[in-house]
């Protein structure tokens, strides 16, 4: 039965959901597109999961209050959705609130400061090495993104080379790959595989990678210590955070760049003009690439990799345009709408980066990394990783449209 504040709230049915699936129309993209007309007049729709209802939120000011109030719109538990993740991640920096997400989150900070653009920069380059010998050919972008992706996060965050780049039939990475497909959330199992005893670790390595920031922001005073469990989930989370999000923001933005010969040519000429003769770029140089950085948020105003957010629970009643939802519901933020809105966005479907040229973030309805104080912790970290993916693959590749349809 439908609870009655939410009696007002327009279903996506089951049937809906079922039937999508089936034809192979169930992305959030598609969800929006069928749904649009309520999203846009309610700014809010229902959906029943798993014995649940979820509200999906695209209404901006309510959403920016939401993540302006993190105290009232707290995480829900993620026992109470996905108990199986949450034996695997425990409570980590994503999935934690009040004073313990604050602890996790003054510990896992300093680890973020610092970013290890060398690692990326190797990653890159092995990457080139690697387009290299399948000239020609077609590429699965999305299979190499994530490959480019997991070794670059396996160094930077534990000091680990996963070598999937080079070998992607190498024990580790099938492992990765295998419980991902079956467990999602399985890294902690990976973790253990590698055998990874934090202390252990601590003696052996001298990086300058996540684990090992993080381990010092522990030892400092102000900070309370993480107990190896703790932190071993935070860097699980890290992993999770982390590879797919990339990725798949990798993975569009070619496709993008691809399918838009003439804004491809604009990037080119940028890098070609900042970076002259080299491939490896310096942080500077990263910096002042202002068009491959308008690329970036245009392409996750487009497809964000996080289309719904972790969901939340309202401690309190919600009003929206025509309801109000009952304390206790569970929400899913969901950005996709808000980025897909013809009323925020001019020609929302139209890939046109100098939307971004000069514009403060904050006066946007953009949430690619979210918003408030639960801000994503990598976004500089994926930032970077992404200008350096651009800068290499514009300096040395042409990028043609190539649509597998099946
Ligand atoms: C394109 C890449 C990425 C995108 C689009 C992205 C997006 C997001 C979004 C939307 C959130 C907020 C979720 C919410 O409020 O429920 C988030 C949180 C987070 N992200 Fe990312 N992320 C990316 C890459 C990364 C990377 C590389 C890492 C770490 C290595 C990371 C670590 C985190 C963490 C730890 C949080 C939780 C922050 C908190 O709650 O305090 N993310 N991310």
Redesign the pocket.
Known sequence: RTPDGLKDVHTISSFHLFKSAIKKRCGTDQMYLDFQEYFERDGVVKLFIKGKWICLISDPIIVKNM?LRPDTFP?LDLKEYSPICSRHLGV?????NGDI?KR??RV?NPA?KIIPVHFFVETGLKLMNVLERIDNKPIEVMDLMQRF?LDA?GK??FGFDFNNLEDPNNPYVTTYNDLLKKLINCIIYLMKLLKININLLLLEKSNGD?LELMINACEDQNNANLTDVELRH?LS???F???E??A???STLLYLLAVHKDIQQKAREEVMGILGDSSTPSAEQLKSLKYINML?YEN?RMY???PI????KLSEDLKCKNSIIPAGTAIG?Y?YGIHHSPTLWENPEKFIPERFENKNLENLEF?????????????N???I??RILYVNMNFHWLLIAYIKMD
């Open positions: 993540l995480k980590n920096v994503v999935h934690s997400w996790y989150r896992c973020f992706t996060l930077t965050a996540l935070n989370i890290f992993m955070a982390g590879h999000t990339t798949d923001a990798l970036i996750l964000p990799s996080v957010f972790s969901l939340r933020i950005p949430y690619g990394f979210g918003g408030g104080s639960r801000m994503c912790l990598g976004n970290f994926s930032l990783e992404q």
